[in-house]
């Protein structure tokens, strides 16, 4: 697994990431560092645009109750659903409070998954469009994981959002 996110000239092929859509990617590492996960995915990419993306990004994200208090929310109780379906009643969040990551954590597969999705994205729009809101739209678009079930908890009307995110330009 590489340290380079996807869409980089690095690793993947077609353009490099939007300097936008970098700055995000960025936040996402700290994002997941600050949470002390192994691996950036793709909640910490929507925790990064909820807090750092660009106005019009994170204004559709609150109408749809997804500030970053809302994506964490959102989260949390997917991570408590998540364990009591495994019969494990979750701890209390100052029981789970551990020492800062130290190590930078890699990139895992939704991460990876949703800025592949998101370079598919803007090479399907003719116009000119965020790079945020494609890969907003390629977060909003996984049908595995944490975020859509986050979502579905949340009552997130994904597409309804993904419907005001193209009104991004």
Known sequence: MSDTPPGTAN??????LSKAVRAVVVASVTEAQRRNSTLVE?????LALSRDGS??????L?????????????????????LRVAGVEPLG?????????????????????ALTRAHRVASAHRRQRSGEADLLTAILGLELGTVPRALILAGVDRPAVVAAVRDIG
């Open 42 to 46: 793709a909640e910490h990419l929507l």
């Open 93 to 113: 969040e100052e029981r789970l409070v551990a020492s800062p990551r130290v190590a930078r954590p890699r990139w895992g597969a939704s991460a990876k998954e």
């Open 55 to 60: 106005s019009p990004v994170r204004d559709v």
């Open 11 to 16: 690793n993947a092929p077609g353009q490099p």
């Open 62 to 82: 609150a109408s749809a109750g997804l500030d970053p208090a809302g994506v964490e929310a959102a989260l949390l109780a997917e991570r408590e659903a998540s």
